[in-house]
């Protein structure tokens, strides 16, 4: 009885030790999902686009199970933002942004990006909304152009909402009334499908989600962080107004500047380096070419005050014309990306300076009618460079090197006197010091 007893025990432990191995590998061969995030924060520029579509080539070639797109923006520009929904709709990967951290907004164009996803969610203490089109003021205007960017703005979220079956009347209200919620409404009122506390509770809750025939393996999902390349972060930088308004001050200092000093370098290479960027930037944001004109106008009038008596009119008038001219140049942008009057104003005033001192003198000097022939000369007074006598020498004057000639000879660095003039040489005396 012992012995069969024994035995039996034996073969169980035998199989429990053959089927540990099993279940190790059975642990160790199961395969692990991945999720791509990427993190958008600040105003919805050009750069954006690039960033999720390379974003979305990334983890699609990875075999990540979605793209994640962590939301924290006050709004941006309408036309970028109508790219990436466009981006969006059109895709079948999966696609979730969530609005975080706590306080975070997805205002404006964040409206129309978050409604746009396969899953939207937001944290805890977040809002939404508020997608009206504004202008420099912050309000509505009535002109028909704005009329018609507010109708396309409202119809564009419309379709938007009920492309991904999502509470379509404040959808609409954002738009129309500037609407905004808290994300605890805006999951009551089927605004979002989700409200997580952070991003693995948000990986939990999707877990088992479908999407387009697909159902998600998110639980215990590894994260991939897509962070923005150099290339965006650099442009992400130039697109900002106050960046650009600088950009177009040293283009005009710096052009100015080198002809002013030919010859110079650097003021010319760094004015044209910052021109080719604000052409740049130009091109791929709504710049006003209104503000330009009164820009280029304002520098004329900076220049003619150079060679006209005014007594200041033209300079006046000049800084008015660039006040106005900046302030034009940004009226397109959205609210949260204009630069504010703590810009303006130094910049103004700044480059009233630089005409009225710098470029005042340097182009009357450049461009002025200079002093020539014997008049002029006789009398001006020279620094003795080699030494002078009846047989020849150099004097230097006015910046510039002149043949000489003296009947008495004069040292090297002395002063002499231009006495008369004869060809391209000199004939001076010593100067009798006291």
Known sequence: MKLHTSIAVL????????????????????????????????????????????????????????LIMELDTPGGLLNVTQELVQMMLGTQYPIAVYVSPEGANAG??????????????????????????????????????????????ESFIESVAERRERNVEWAKSAVRDGAS???????????????????????????????????????????HRIEPNLAETIFGFLMRAEVLLILTLVAIYGILGEINAPGAILPGVAGIIALILLLFGVAALPINIAGFLLIAFAIVLFVLEAFTPTFGLLLGGGGVAFFLGILMLF???PQNMQPSLAWLIPATVVTVLFFGWIVYYGIRSQLGVRPTG?????????????????HGGRVKMMGEWWNARSDEPIAEG?????????????????????
């Open 181 to 223: 919620i808290t994300s605890t409404q805006a999951l009551e009122i089927n605004v979002i499908d989700y409200l997580a506390q952070d991003l693995q509770d948000l990986l939990e809750q999707m877990h088992g989600h479908e999407i387009n025939g697909k159902v998600l393996q998110t639980r215990d999902a590894e994260i």
């Open 374 to 390: 014997l008049v002029e000369l006789a009398g001006r007074r020279a620094l003795v460079a080699d030494a002078v006598d009846r």
């Open 11 to 66: 073969l169980i432990v035998a199989a429990a030790g053959l089927m540990l191995p099993a279940q190790q590998d059975a642990r160790g061969d199961r395969e692990v999902t991945t999720v791509s995030v990427i993190r958008v924060e600040g105003a919805i520029g050009p750069t954006v686009t690039n960033y999720l579509s390379r974003s979305l080539k990334m983890a699609r070639e990875r075999g990540d199970e979605m």
């Open 331 to 333: 009226q397109d942008f």
């Open 414 to 434: 002395q002063m002499c006197e231009v006495v008369s003039k004869e060809g391209l040489t000199l004939y001076v005396k010593p100067v009798q010091e006291p």
């Open 108 to 153: 404006s164009a964040g409206t129309f990006i978050t409604l746009a996803a396969h899953i939207a969610a937001m944290a805890p203490a977040t809002s939404i909304g508020a997608a009206s089109p504004v202008t420099m003021g912050g309000g509505q205007t009535d002109t028909v152009a704005q009329k018609k960017v507010f109708n396309f703005a």
